[in-house]
T-cell receptor
């Protein structure tokens, strides 16, 4: 997993707080994807971004969730007013380009909501 | 949404045995990927398959892209303890940039 950097690795929030998850893609990669994984489940797609653009957000909940990938800096997945059901592992992946190229994953952020 | 059916859910084998697992779908996929995930870590790419019928190896791992484009298989030969983990199949459907994942096969290798 070297290359895709996610932080923090663990994040604890109380209900109603905001959670910010960061992802720096592999060097040379300009495409970023966010996935959510519940225990004993596979990963579920949330959003696909390129620099300064959201390409596909079909997997994102309509409320409270947002993502960005600014020109400078990491991609951010933001969850406002967190609820217990937001507890999960959130993974970021990156690829060199689009067109079904392999995605390489970070080690994830484990979000726990108290 | 689209799901991949992965089987078996779990496997318990002895060190040295060969392992087979598969992934099926009701619709066509253009690319199949196999990942391994260890506890507390992210999925690591093992093998990527791009053409129907393609057979690709990576050390003791061999994967095949089914000719119907609706399934894929992963074989591990001569298993060792470090093969323990969860193996996920994933795929791209035409025109989509998002990976669809199976629920995983949990492999346990007894020394």
């Amino acid at each position: 997993n070297a290359g895709v950097m996610q932080n923090p690795r663990h994040l604890v929030r109380r209900r109603g707080q905001e959670a910010r998850l960061r992802c720096s893609p592999m060097k040379g990669h300009s495409h970023v994807y966010w996935y959510r994984q519940l225990p004993e489940e596979g990963l579920k797609f949330m959003v696909y971004l390129q620099k300064e653009n959201i390409i596909d957000e079909s997997g994102m909940p309509k409320e409270r969730f947002s993502a960005e990938f600014p020109k400078e800096g990491p991609s951010i997945l933001r969850i406002q007013q967190v609820v217990r059901g937001d507890s999960a592992a959130y993974f970021c992946a990156s690829s060199r380009g689009g067109g079904a190229q392999p995605q390489h994953f970070g080690d994830g952020t484990r979000l726990s909501i108290l | 949404g689209q799901q991949l059916n992965q089987s078996p859910q779990s496997m318990f084998i002895q060190e040295g045995e060969d392992v087979s697992m598969n992934c099926t779908s009701s619709s066509i996929f253009n690319t199949w990927l196999w990942y391994k995930q260890d506890p507390g870590e992210g999925p690591v790419l093992l093998i990527a398959l791009y053409k129907a019928g393609e057979l690709t190896s990576n050390g003791r791992l061999t994967a095949q892209f089914g000719i119907t484009r609706k399934d894929s298989f992963l074989n591990i030969s001569a298993s060792i303890p470090s093969d323990v983990g969860i193996y996920f199949c994933a795929g791209y459907q035409g025109g989509s940039e998002k990976l669809v994942f199976g629920k995983g096969t949990k492999l346990t290798v007894n020394p």
